[in-house]
């Protein structure tokens, strides 16, 4: 491991792209701790220091403690997100978009273009929408206003500021993506998330030294982390392979084809997304008892949704089995995939081409779907867990499962698989010499 890390840096091309990546990284977490003008940071830091478990925590997670701060980068790169996968699902429903899907290289940079307008848009939207939500805010111990001086042009200056700030992002996400190493959007997501890590470890370390927690206990709960990363590496480098043969064709002079290949069908992408559906829906009770916080009847009705309760956990289990067949539903198409196939003159052996080829990669996709789904929605329960049996604090619990722990394992392996290539293209050895590591799908 040492040697390939040392290898890194005796390839002048892999060594220029790792500094830029860190780089931009860099100058990421800088402008995460950039505050906008016309802010009181204390009364925000006391606000949002009660609304942590709310649709606003989730989201100021993904935007790397930016959001929190009212910094440039307050939004992140969650406009973008949105747009992409706004883009995605209407390409299984609208015409033009699937017509894009299928026309390759070409419809993929119309897509990508119009997921760039859609980001700057939401952006815009959401940096006006940021702007009202702040001037209504107050200390809930205090009573300061997060802002002194409300109005329209500080409406202005935020939605500029914060919609600025996301297309910068978007633009610094690119470039790793194309002059760096590993996926730009995802390690920015990556870098936002993993910036928490530092100071959770800290409040442990607290811990142990008030001593109010045995250091047994606390190396029993180092323990269960790394277990539970273990597991989550394994499923995320699961892939069920599904044999294909292509028929031989004789093109003018030339033979084409009788290769035998697999499509690989992974699961860990839609579990991702699924949670962060799930997550958003289970925040919104939460987020709604912020709105009223005098009304004794919201709050015994919103009870059952707490993070500490068994309910809650249920729902948010049941949620998550919805979503990721319904997210696996959108982004893979059997129909598709067997028409595609039938196109180049592939099949599956043993099976007849067409609506039966459809039909077999259904049944597969169906039967892999419902134990890694219960995975999953343990894994995404497991920081509550933790957080009310362990007495582990909210910080460090994030990172024993959930959205966090999945969107750090799949981009740590995807970045590795790009550092593993360019490795293994100048003949030095990789991370791992049984095999290759396997990225996943990015955002």
């Given at each position: 491991m040492i040697k390939s890390f040392q290898s890194i840096f005796k390839i002048p091309d892999l060594k220029h792209r790792v500094y830029f990546t860190l780089g931009i990284m860099v100058i990421y977490r800088l402008g995460c701790h950039v505050p906008m003008p016309g802010i009181n940071a204390s009364a925000l830091t006391e606000?949002?220091?009660?609304?942590?478990?709310?649709?606003?925590?989730?989201?100021?997670?993904?935007?790397?403690?930016?959001?929190?701060?009212?910094?440039?980068?307050?939004?992140?790169?969650?406009?973008?997100?949105?747009?992409?996968?706004?883009?995605?699902?209407?390409?299984?429903?609208?015409p033009y978009f699937q017509r894009l899907q299928k026309e390759g290289e070409e419809g993929r940079k119309k897509m990508n273009q119009i997921t760039r307008?859609?980001?700057?848009?939401?952006?815009?939207?959401?940096?006006?929408?940021a702007s009202i939500f702040l001037e209504s805010l107050t200390a809930p111990q205090t009573g300061m206003a997060v802002v002194p001086s409300p109005g329209l042009g500080f409406r202005l200056l935020v939605m500029i500021t914060l919609s600025a700030g996301t297309i910068l992002i978007m633009w610094m996400g690119e470039q790793i993506t194309e002059r760096g190493i590993g996926n730009g959007i995802s390690l920015i997501i990556f870098i936002g998330i993993i910036g928490r890590f530092p100071t959770a470890i800290l409040e442990e370390v607290q811990q142990l030294l008030h001593g109010n927690r045995a250091p047994i206990m606390e190396l029993?709960?180092?323990?269960?982390?790394?277990?539970?990363?273990?597991?989550?590496?394994?499923?995320?480098?699961?892939?069920?392979?599904?044999?294909?043969?292509?028929?031989?064709?004789?093109?003018?002079?030339?033979?084409?084809?009788?290769?035998?290949?697999?499509?690989?069908?992974?699961?860990?992408?839609?579990?991702?997304?699924?949670?962060?559906?799930a997550q958003a829906m289970?925040?919104?009770?939460?987020?709604?008892?912020?709105?009223?916080?005098?009304?004794?009847?919201?709050?015994?009705?919103?009870?059952?949704?707490?993070?500490?309760s068994p309910i809650y956990w249920v729902f948010f289990g049941l949620l998550i089995l919805f979503f990721t067949y319904?997210?696996?539903a959108i982004a893979f198409n059997p129909v598709d995939v067997a028409e595609n196939m039938q196109k180049h003159?592939?099949?599956?052996?043993?099976?007849?081409?067409?609506?039966?080829?459809?039909?077999?990669?259904?049944?597969?996709?169906?039967?892999?779907?419902?134990?890694?789904?219960?995975?999953?929605?343990?894994?995404?329960?497991?920081?509550?867990?933790?957080?009310?049996?362990?007495?582990?604090?909210?910080?460090?619990?994030?990172?024993?499962?959930?959205?966090?722990?999945?969107?750090m394992v799949g981009v740590a392996l995807d970045t590795l698989q790009q550092i593993e290539s360019h490795l293994l293209m100048r003949h030095y050895d990789g991370f791992m010499k049984t095999g290759k590591i396997r990225g996943r799908r990015s955002f």
């Open positions: 606000w949002f220091a009660a609304s942590r478990n709310t649709l606003f925590g989730l989201y100021d997670i993904f935007a790397g403690g930016a959001f929190s701060r009212a910094a440039v980068f307050g939004l992140g790169i969650m406009p973008y997100i949105s747009a992409s996968i706004m883009i995605q699902l209407l390409g299984a429903v609208v307008y859609g980001a700057v848009c939401l952006a815009a939207a959401q940096g006006f929408g029993f709960i180092f323990g269960v982390l790394l277990l539970i990363i273990a597991a989550v590496v394994m499923v995320t480098e699961g892939t069920r392979k599904i044999p294909v043969q292509y028929a031989k064709r004789v093109i003018g002079r030339k033979v084409y084809g009788g290769q035998a290949t697999y499509i690989p069908i992974r699961v860990s992408g839609f579990g991702v997304m699924a949670i962060i559906f289970m925040f919104l009770p939460q987020t709604i008892r912020q709105f009223f916080p005098n009304s004794e009847f919201v709050a015994n009705v919103l009870s059952y949704f707490d993070l500490s319904f997210y696996a003159g592939g099949f599956i052996p043993g099976v007849r081409p067409g609506k039966k080829t459809a039909e077999y990669i259904d049944h597969v996709l169906s039967r892999i779907m419902l134990p890694a789904a219960l995975f999953f929605a343990l894994i995404a329960i497991a920081p509550f867990f933790v957080s009310k049996y362990m007495n582990v604090s909210d910080s460090f619990s994030q990172f024993f499962g959930g959205t966090s722990l999945l969107i």
